[in-house]
């Protein structure tokens, strides 16, 4: 009734506006205007609600790259990540051959509860059949997630067991979790690897920090590779772990919004030793507050590459019908001063494309094809020269080693014949394994791939369509080699030890553990802590 008597008032102003001379409508009435006439007179019939949505959207694409529609239905899923957690049956998955297989049941959840393993492949849901019928990453979503209480069976093929078990699964909230690894790299030095900004990161992070601590850590790698960044508030936590005093960490500011310091507050828990902070073009956000203001203060070094450069603020606004704009609303800024969010003046394809131009402009393998004006040059409390206007410059830069790479090993990785061959080949060796390596270390020393892996690996790839190319191959030996062995070492203990087998490997890693058992570290006129 409300609608028809809104659209009965917008057709009386209507036709008393064509009755009196012309005036200027303001946006608002041009664009109610325009919507009537579509409903009444269009020649087909119109879904009003999907064009309005059409509408808002391309409406916020003119005015920056982040900010957004969130229709009403998906709400709770994108928040999800943020919240840190998710309601199902929790366990990680792969679509393999058409099958849904179980990378791994997380930790305390229902699946692990009831005894479902790595490798296991669920074949049937609610006694409908699910494998072979070209099942999809959504369905199987909408299939297994599901409200707390809430119960689902599941029909699944385990390795040398004939016939499928049946599980009921009783629903329950199932972490996110926000720290994927944390061990020692050394007797002396920690790292923590962190992928996202969550509501839960800093429990998470607070708990591998004692952890690292008690251990006798004197230094830290905090890993935020790939880290796109979250909640601001979990961000500003991070940083003031670091930071002594009354320090800023950020400010905000925008049209609408005055300027809003934040400072350090608390005694955080590693103000004191050495840290350096990894970063590269998929660091974003959140991850870019943590980062400059580490390096405004002279506290750490930062090591890799540039950042990707978001630096605004978004903030929810929920709209009649619950569905939720996320509406820029400010600028973040490092304690230096700096803003560094990059342009996006050409639009938003070539904004989020920007991070991969990069790589064709040589700026991902050659420092010197990075070119700021000195417009952007800002210093740290220590006069140390530092870039805005385009994410997080690090002190050390570590280029993209592209020497590795073949057509070969991406061949692997598209047709997800390294993580179905770890999957199989650690199921079927697990109990050996685990006798003969009992920890993490024994593995990481002990476990080689012996020619009857690789020949295995080999047979398996070409029967998944990858045929054996020795040259590429010879190219990538390392890359494979290492890789899945860090994909083994996942399966039989978790994502840590997929870490600590794979990083030692990895260029930027290496430099950091190099700059701090090295001079290096000492040399850069850090603040002293």
Same mark, same amino acid.
């Given at each position: ?156 093929? =385990?390795?040398? /067991?004939? @016939?499928?078990?049946? %599980? ?6 199932? !972490? $996110?979790?926000?720290? +994927? ?117 002279? =506290?750490?070094? /930062?090591? @890799?590459?540039?950042? %990707? ?6 903030? !929810? $606004?929920?709209?009649? +019908? ?208």
């Amino acid at each position: 009734m409300k609608n028809i008597l809104s659209l009965v008032l917008l057709a009386t102003s209507l036709i008393s506006a064509q009755a009196q001379p012309a005036r200027d409508l303001g946006p608002v009435e041009k664009f109610n205007a325009l919507m009537f006439h579509i409903q009444r007179s269009y020649v087909d019939e119109v879904d009003a609600d999907k064009l309005v949505e059409a509408a808002i959207e391309a409406l916020l694409e003119e005015l920056d790259p982040h900010s957004m529609y969130i229709s009403s239905e998906e709400i709770r899923e994108m928040n999800e990540p943020l919240e840190g957690n998710f309601e199902g049956i929790g366990v990680q998955f792969n679509i393999m051959r058409d099958t849904i297989v179980v990378v791994s049941p997380i930790a305390g959840g229902p699946s692990e509860k009831l005894g479902i393993l790595s490798g296991d492949r669920i074949v049937m849901i609610e006694g409908e059949n699910v494998a072979g019928v070209g099942i999809k990453n959504r369905d199987v979503m909408r299939l297994l997630k599901g409200k707390k209480g809430t119960q689902v069976t599941v029909g699944i093929n =385990r390795k040398n /067991i004939s @016939g499928i078990l049946d %599980f009921t699964i009783t629903r329950d909230k199932i !972490p $996110i979790y926000s720290v +994927d690894a944390h061990y020692m790299a050394t007797p002396e030095v920690g790292y923590i690897k962190v992928n996202r900004f969550a509501a839960t990161t800093m429990d998470e992070f607070r708990k591998a920090l004692k952890e690292l601590n008690e251990q006798g850590m004197q230094d830290l790698i905090l890993d935020l590779q790939g880290n796109g960044g979250g909640l601001l508030k979990a961000a500003v936590e991070m940083a003031d772990e670091f930071l002594e005093g009354q320090k800023m960490i950020v400010y905000t500011e925008g049209r609408a919004y005055p300027r809003r310091d934040t400072k350090a507050r608390v005694n955080g828990n590693f103000e004191k030793g050495r840290l350096v902070i990894l970063i590269d073009e998929g660091s974003a956000s959140a991850s870019e507050i943590v980062s400059g203001a580490v390096q405004d203060w002279d =506290r750490g070094l /930062i090591i @890799g590459r540039r950042s %990707f450069g978001k630096g605004l603020v978004q903030r !929810p $606004i929920e709209l009649p +019908d619950s569905s939720v704009v996320r509406l820029t609303v400010q600028r973040y800024y490092t304690p230096s001063g700096r803003s560094i969010q990059k342009p996006y003046t050409e639009g938003v394809k070539a904004y989020k494309s920007e991070k991969f131009e990069r790589f064709f402009k040589g700026e991902l393998t050659s420092a010197d094809s990075i070119n700021l004006p000195d417009s952007l040059k800002y210093y740290t409390s220590r006069n140390r020269l530092v870039y805005g206007g385009g994410g997080i410059m690090p002190d050390i830069f570590v280029p993209l080693d592209t020497s590795a790479f073949s057509d070969f090993n991406t061949a692997l990785i598209r047709k997800g014949v390294f993580n179905q061959f770890s999957l199989d080949y650690t199921e079927k060796h697990r109990k050996a394994l685990l006798k003969k390596f009992p920890k993490v270390s024994d593995f990481i020393e002990g476990f080689n791939m012996e020619d009857d892996i690789t020949s295995s690996f080999f047979a398996f790839a070409e029967k998944e369509g990858v045929e054996f190319n020795k040259e590429e191959y010879d190219r990538s030996k390392q890359l494979i080699d290492n890789r899945l062995k860090a994909l083994i070492a996942r399966n039989l203990w978790n994502t840590s030890a997929y870490y600590q087998v794979y990083n030692p490997f990895w260029p930027i890693y290496q430099r950091a553990i190099e700059v701090l058992e090295g001079d290096a570290y000492n040399a850069v006129n850090l603040a002293d802590y």
